[in-house]
């Protein structure tokens, strides 16, 4: 046996260490993603079955073997399934990476054109964020990048009107009958209203963050949009993006907007 782990241990190639290295960074990359949610639970489990199935092996274990690897095989599609708003977030996050950004300016020399969404004018949005937040209006805007948050639009009415303050806080004011549910903003134009959003998996959350502060984070863990909060009950202005909360104050709330578009143009 001693000499069957020192064996071991003198044929373990650079290769092998790197291998392990980056099972290693994918599977934390993996925690990171699930962590707070209740995927959480199934994810640990997971990786106890594919440990298992590893010992098992190595201890000649056949039915064993075969059972869990029957488990991992077949259960894999399930897993994809159920895993489909974190991969979804995972491979958001991959193509949001600095590495991505510098892929796309690389291949716009060769005519590839990617959509953006820089053209929308921020000041009647802020402006009409203050407002709400000073009489206490809520309010859930969505602003688009390059997703074009067809599938939340079509969860809602369409309005596709120009931008401006009135008809914001109008749309938001509590009597209004579109005032409940997102609005969706894209190139100047208030595309749609009264949008339903998923709703976020993470349990540690803030007691105080209710169903908009809640479908806010989960639509920004699936879209790489910016999300506009107005809380009805203290009045406080949030921006989420990527599954993160900022406070902001009224003054720093256009020039965060434009930090968080610029660093898709980040080379």
Do not use: W
């Amino acid at each position: 046996m001693v000499d069957l782990m020192i064996n071991a241990f003198i044929q373990i190639r650079f290769l092998d260490v790197l291998d392990i290295f980056l099972v290693g960074l994918l599977l934390y990359f993996l925690y990171t993603l699930v962590k707070g949610s209740a995927a959480i639970n199934i994810f640990i489990g997971i990786v106890a079955i594919i440990i298992g199935l590893r010992i098992v092996t190595l201890f000649h274990m056949e039915l064993l073997s075969y059972i869990l690897g029957a488990f991992v095989n077949v259960g894999f599609i399930a897993l994809i399934i159920i895993f489909q708003p974190e991969i979804r977030r995972f491979l958001l996050s991959i193509g949001t990476s600095k590495f991505a950004i510098r892929f796309r300016k690389f291949m716009s020399h060769f005519g590839v054109q990617y959509s953006t969404d820089d053209s929308t004018e921020l000041d009647p949005i802020c402006e009409a964020c203050i407002s709400m937040s000073n009489d206490k209006v809520g309010a859930l805007i969505l602003l688009t990048q390059e997703n074009d948050l067809q599938d939340i639009i079509d969860t809602g009415v369409v309005i596709d009107a120009v931008i401006s303050k009135p008809l914001l806080e109008n749309i938001f004011f509590k009597n209004s009958p579109l005032h409940d549910g997102a609005m969706v903003i894209s190139k100047n134009k208030i595309v749609a209203a009264r949008c339903i959003l998923p709703i976020t998996q993470q349990t540690r959350l803030p007691g105080s963050y209710g169903l908009r502060h809640r479908s806010g984070i989960g639509v920004s863990e699936t879209h790489d949009c910016i999300v506009l909060v107005v809380s009805e009950e203290t009045g406080s202005i949030r921006i989420v993006f990527n599954g993160k909360v900022t406070d902001v104050k009224p003054s720093e709330m256009k020039a965060k907007i434009k930090e968080i578009q610029s660093r898709k143009n980040i080379g």
